[in-house]
């Protein structure tokens, strides 16, 4: 019975810390979900009209304090019109277990659906520049472009960049299956020895991987090459299998397969870009 009491005295140790991730973990996925409801305006609203009755009690604001007492049961059957769409997406994705989802079949799609693209560009010697964030954010990045929250497909990246449209010259960010903006400006290297060949393309492709964790996808529009740029290096011509193994790779927290001097070893024709 020693081993009963031991395992009983190692879960009072470890049930605090485990309380406290499973309780995050919830809060985690429950603040996704919003987000990706849009009801996170809800969450906000009612996070304001707390904090209102809050000073409101804190500063014995009694008048106020009857007012909002007295809206209170109206505001919350407003809030239950009004986001009714939302809530019911948010139900409904309950239902259908989309709490405990991982997306890692939607994580593969985009980079088929990115990869696809590229080649259909490549062959038209369209110039494109997809941008993959991973775990650093880079939304200052995002708001220099035009927002899109549009659902991916390769239809629709080489749309944007195989006519000369007033998108067609910035870079799309992608994530979690969506384009989420499109003629973004990306920064450019400030690295002094970059081949001299390589155009703003290729330097904001550098420069944005430099600056966060992104996984950039270059098309040239000169030669037609496509390359891979993250971490802060630059992979020019790359095959279609060598990009999905290794974006696949990258966007799915593992270690890349094309690492430091593959090039030279391997002497597949990748060149690297420190």
Do not use: C
Not at 19 to 36: E, N, R
Not at 203 to 217: F, H
Request: glycine fraction near 8%; proline fraction near 3%.
């Amino acid at each position: 019975m020693e081993w009963i009491q031991r395992l009983v005295a190692i879960y009072n140790t470890l049930r605090p810390l485990l309380d406290i991730i499973i309780l995050a973990f919830l809060v985690y996925k429950g603040y996704d979900l919003l987000v990706k409801t849009q009801a996170i305006q809800l969450v906000k609203g009612a996070g304001f009209l707390v904090l209102l009755y809050g000073f409101a009690y804190f500063f014995r604001l009694s008048t106020l304090q009857w007012v909002l007492n007295l809206l209170a049961p109206g505001l919350f059957i407003a809030i239950a019109i009004v986001f009714q769409p939302e809530l019911r997406k948010i139900i409904m994705r309950l239902g259908q277990g989309d709490l405990f989802h991982i997306n890692a079949k939607q994580r593969l799609s985009q980079i088929d659906a990115a990869v696809t693209a590229a080649d259909l560009l490549s062959k038209q010697k369209r110039g494109a520049l997809m941008v993959f964030p991973r775990k650093i954010n880079i939304k200052g990045i995002i708001d220099t472009g035009t927002r899109l929250n549009a659902e991916l497909s390769s239809s629709l990246i080489v749309t944007i960049f195989a006519y000369d449209g007033p998108l067609h010259d910035g870079a799309i960010v992608i994530q979690n299956g969506h384009i989420l903006a499109a003629g973004v400006f990306l920064p450019l290297s400030e690295q002094q020895d970059i081949r001299k060949s390589f155009g703003t393309r290729h330097r904001a492709a550098l420069g944005v991987s430099e600056q966060s964790d992104a996984v950039v996808l270059v098309v040239s529009e000169e030669t037609g090459a496509i390359s891979l740029a993250y971490e802060g290096r630059l992979y020019y011509d790359l095959s279609l299998l060598e990009i999905l193994r290794t974006m696949k790779k990258l966007l799915e927290d593992e270690n890349p397969l094309l690492e430091e001097g593959s090039a030279e070893e391997e002497k597949n024709g990748i060149m690297e870009v420190r």
